[in-house]
């Protein structure tokens, strides 16, 4: 599977999961644009790894809950790139900018969940595919269980701006599929190296557990590596028919019943 001649745009690629999309790509020898918005040791250092796998790109910094900044950032990939083929909307906050209950958010954290999420998307796209041509890849990162349940209470408002950003998918694969580009959102189970690793040591041990011990099928957590797969798999012209569709990359997880102990359930 090769990318090469391709160019990639991933938000919040400096680490975590984006950057497992990142060194995916590039191994495929697609050309990446490193995004970050306050860590660029991590964005030079995701750069180098690029670079070491025979690929190349370029470190570009950003505020995506602000428009200007992401139509800044698309000026950037056209002058160092000319062109976009694989762009991936991927970054959010840290979890104190929303992570509060519903009752209890403010409307600045709120805002904060939508505008890095659905409206940072929405944007991101329009710029996007002024560059891009027959068989573009847009991909919208989720987290599907956390847009249609409720019991993550602090995830109120990033679960509800997931929610809305799935619904955006769907409309602009219609939009945009008279042109050959294709429009997905990929939603990961729970993952190492990313946003469980900011939750306090107990939380992040409870969730592990829980997952290694049956309530992901596959006995593990998912690796940023693994949504790299994922993200290079679509991004072939395999993956042409493809589209307005919401791609569970969990271990099966979301297979699992929330009302039965998985235990019991695997018997």
């Known amino acids: ?61 950003a505020d995506i809950t602000k428009p200007a900044e992401i139509q800044a950032l698309f000026r ?59 068989g573009g890849r847009i991909f919208a990162m989720t987290y599907a269980p956390g847009s249609r349940t409720g019991g993550l209470q602090p995830w109120a408002g990033m679960g509800s701006a ?38 306090p040591t107990q939380a992040q041990e409870l969730i592990r557990n829980w997952h290694t011990r049956g309530w992901t099928p596959m006995g593990r957590l998912g690796t940023p590596q693994d949504i790299g797969n994922v993200v290079a798999l679509f991004s072939t012209e395999d993956a042409s028919w493809i589209t307005g569709q919401v791609i569970y990359a969990d271990g099966g997880a979301s297979l699992m019943n929330s009302e039965i102990p998985p235990e019991i359930q695997l018997g």
């Open 1 to 61: 599977m090769s990318l090469n001649g391709k160019y990639a745009l991933i938000t919040g690629s400096s680490r975590g999961i984006g950057r497992g999309i990142a060194l995916k790509l590039a191994a495929n020898k697609a050309r990446v644009a490193v995004h970050y918005y306050q860590n660029q040791e991590a964005a030079n250092k995701t750069l180098a790894e690029i670079r070491s796998l025979g690929s190349d790109g370029f470190v570009v910094q």
């Open 76 to 134: 950037k990939v056209k002058t160092d790139f000319g062109a976009l083929d694989i762009f991936v909307s991927n970054a959010r906050p840290e979890i104190p900018e929303f992570f509060v209950s519903p009752m209890e958010v403010s409307l600045e954290q709120w805002d904060t969940a939508f505008d890095s999420q659905v409206k940072a998307f929405l944007v991101g796209v329009r710029e996007a595919t002024k560059l891009m041509g027959t």
């Open 162 to 199: 997931k929610a809305a950003l799935e619904s955006l998918v769907r409309y602009f694969a219609v939009a945009l599929a008279k042109r050959g580009i294709t429009v997905n959102a990929i939603s990961p189970g729970w993952t190492e190296d990313s946003v469980m690793n900011t939750l």
